[in-house]
């Protein structure tokens, strides 16, 4: 099994819409849980940190459940401007493990 | 964002050469990794560095070697490259093992 696994989608929604992504991890002691966002041919740039609590940042939430071991992203109101692959990383043993991502297309 | 680059960011190379790839950290950060990514499988770790000196295996070190002689540089060595090893490769620093990692532009390796 996987560390981390992720629905690799594609995702195709219209401008405006909500969407969620689910990560899934396999190792229970992992203490941070991050999401990233790639552009095509570009590196991977941190969109947020995942805290215990939950936490937001304008359209989007993130969500942390350490009994289900999952974590999830929600993107409200989506832009044209979000489509890109969403990657989600666990550390398990301060080896950073990134599941395979998600491509989300956000079209007019 | 921190500073990091990545050299060479292209390179074509045939099997069985010896192949250095180098990334360069100018924000102090005690942790490095070095990363492939291919369609299909995301990013996978190669190996990763926690400090001068100490490395460790990532899930797919076979056929690479890294080095870390000073904070700011990790190399990593494909010692004879194979065609399976064509990739784009990136690098990325932190300077916690909790902290968030900050990469390089990658690097694009094809094996002829």
């Known amino acids: 099994r996987k560390e981390v696994e992720q629905d690799p989608g594609p995702f195709n929604v219209p401008e405006g819409a909500t969407v969620a992504f689910n990560c899934t991890y396999s190792?229970?002691?992992?203490?941070?849980f991050f999401w990233y966002r790639q552009d095509c041919r570009k590196e991977p740039k941190l969109l947020m940190s995942?805290?215990?609590s939950g936490n937001e940042d304008g359209r989007f939430t993130a969500q942390l459940n350490r009994a289900s071991q999952y974590i999830s992203l929600l993107i409200r109101d989506s832009k044209l401007s979000d489509s890109a692959t969403y990657l989600c990383?666990?550390?398990?043993?301060?080896?950073?493990?990134f599941g395979a991502g998600t491509r989300l297309t956000v079209k007019p | 964002d921190a500073g990091i680059t990545q050299s060479p960011r292209h390179k074509v190379t045939e099997t069985g050469t010896p192949v250095t790839l180098r990334c360069h950290q100018t924000?102090?950060?005690?942790?490095m990794y070095w990363y492939r990514q291919d369609p299909g499988h995301g990013l996978r770790l190669i190996h990763y560095?926690?400090?001068?000196?100490?490395?460790d295996k990532g899930e797919v070190s076979d056929g690479y070697s890294v080095s870390r002689s000073k904070t700011e540089d990790f190399l990593l060595t494909l010692e004879s490259a194979t065609s399976s090893q064509t990739s784009v490769y990136f690098c990325?620093?932190?300077?916690?093992?909790?902290?968030?990692?900050?990469f390089g532009n990658g690097t694009r390796l094809t094996v002829t």
């Open positions: 990325a620093s932190s300077g916690t093992g909790d902290s968030p990692l900050h």
């Open positions: 190792n229970s002691a992992s203490q941070s």
């Open positions: 995942v805290y215990s």
């Open positions: 990383v666990v550390n398990p043993r301060g080896d950073m493990r």
């Open positions: 924000e102090n950060h005690r942790y």
């Open positions: 560095s926690y400090g001068v000196k100490d490395t």
